[in-house]
């Protein structure tokens, strides 16, 4: 079975501090991975996918296929990162969805 | 225009009875897929329709979970015999043409269903 695991179900950050929110999947083939992010009160949204190599909101993810590693990255963070994201991974027409990291930015 | 709608917001239902949750997909979608989300986990895929048809019913749990779709717009999840562990968030999601053709799926706020 196709897993995306998201180790840490908590992390805090210092505002202006680097965040890096590990990702990490079993696939048997060409994974195409994604990272989603729900605000509070808001409804689960796309943030980025591996495919498109761009940056959003200052945020980055690299797909490393022997690490099979999808962490998502950001050099300086913000108050307004606060969320709950979630990495996910295609298998065929659906998503499967790890069970989720909530960023904490501190003051 | 309108992003994908869910109906009713909140729901409270006694175990043993059944309920219906409600999906307005973003018009023109074709596909449109079925979540739970229990507390503290990631959403579980439970069915995805193309169209009219069920196209991947593989995440149902029980025979209890039903889904439909008969003009390929709105969908209607139904649970019979509800069980206290049905208690989730249900999301519901839409897509151009599904994912797998490249499109951004769209999700709604949710229906949080509670079963006491």
């Known amino acids: 079975a196709q897993r995306v695991t998201q180790p840490e179900k908590l992390l805090s950050v210092f505002k202006g501090a680097p965040v890096e929110l590990k990702c990490n999947y079993s696939y048997s083939g060409s994974p195409e991975l994604f990272w989603y992010v729900q605000y509070s009160r808001q409804r689960l949204q796309l943030l980025l996918r591996h495919i498109s190599r761009e940056s959003i909101k200052g945020f980055t993810a690299d797909l490393n296929k022997g690490e099979t590693s999808f962490h998502l990255k950001k050099p300086f963070a913000q108050e307004e990162d606060s969320a709950m994201y979630y990495c996910?991974?295609?298998?065929?027409?659906?998503?499967?969805f790890g069970k989720g990291t909530r960023l904490h930015i501190l003051p | 225009g309108a992003g994908v709608s869910q109906t009713p917001s909140n729901k409270v239902t006694e175990k043993g009875k059944y309920v219906e949750l409600r999906c307005d997909p973003i018009s023109g979608h074709t596909a449109l897929y079925w979540y739970r989300q229990s507390l503290g986990q990631g959403p579980e895929f439970l069915i995805y329709f193309q169209g009219t048809g069920a196209a991947d019913d593989s995440g149902l749990p029980n025979d209890r979970f039903f889904a439909v779709r008969p003009e390929g717009s709105v969908s209607t999840l139904k649970i019979q015999r509800t069980e206290r562990g049905d208690s989730a968030v249900y999301l519901c999601?839409?897509?151009?043409?599904?994912?797998?053709?490249?499109?951004?799926?769209?999700f709604g706020q949710g229906t949080r269903l509670t079963v006491v």
């Open positions: 999601a839409s897509s151009l043409i599904g994912v797998a053709g490249g499109t951004e799926a769209f």
């Open positions: 996910a991974l295609r298998e065929g027409d659906k998503i499967i």
